[in-house]
C-alpha cells in the first residue's frame, strides 16, 4: 500500500518562504508522476505543480508559476515543493499525490499552510 506523509506546513509572513516535503512508502517512487494539490476553506482542491516520473518536465499552475518549484529526489523517495513570495491566497492545505501507471491515485493526509502579515 503506497503511503504519502507531508510535512514543512506552518505560518509565515506574506513574502516568506516555506519548503514542503513528502515522503513516499510502499511503492516505487521513480515510476510514480508526482503532484502537489491544495484546497483553500470554501474551495475545491486544485493543482498547484506536477513533476514526470522521471523528473524531466514540471508544470505549475499559472497563480504560482515563477514562485513555487517543485522537484523530486530518488534516494530518499521525497517530493518538494519549495514556495517563495507566499501570499494570502496561498493559505491552504497542501496535498501530495502520485499516480502510477494505471492511473491509480494515492494522496497524503495534508499539510496546513497558513500565510498572513
Known amino acids: 500500500q503506497v503511503q504519502l506523509v507531508e510535512s514543512g506546513g506552518g505560518w509565515v509572513q506574506t513574502g516568506g518562504s516555506l519548503r514542503l516535503s513528502c515522503v513516499a512508502s510502499?511503492?516505487?517512487?521513480?515510476?510514480?508522476?508526482m503532484s502537489w494539490h491544495r484546497q483553500a476553506p470554501g474551495k475545491e482542491r486544485e493543482l498547484v505543480a506536477g513533476?514526470?516520473?522521471?523528473?524531466?518536465?514540471?508544470k505549475y499552475a499559472d497563480s504560482v508559476q515563477g514562485r513555487f518549484g517543485i522537484s523530486r529526489d530518488s534516494a530518499s523517495n521525497t517530493l518538494y515543493l519549495q514556495m517563495n513570495s507566499l501570499k494570502s491566497a496561498d493559505t491552504a492545505v497542501y496535498y501530495c499525490?502520485?499516480?502510477?501507471?494505471?492511473?491509480?491515485?494515492?494522496w497524503g493526509k495534508g499539510t496546513l499552510v497558513t500565510v498572513s502579515s
Open positions: 499525490n502520485a499516480m502510477d501507471y494505471r492511473g491509480t491515485n494515492y
Open positions: 510502499g511503492g516505487t517512487f521513480d515510476k510514480f508522476v
Open positions: 513533476i514526470t516520473n522521471a523528473g524531466g518536465s514540471t
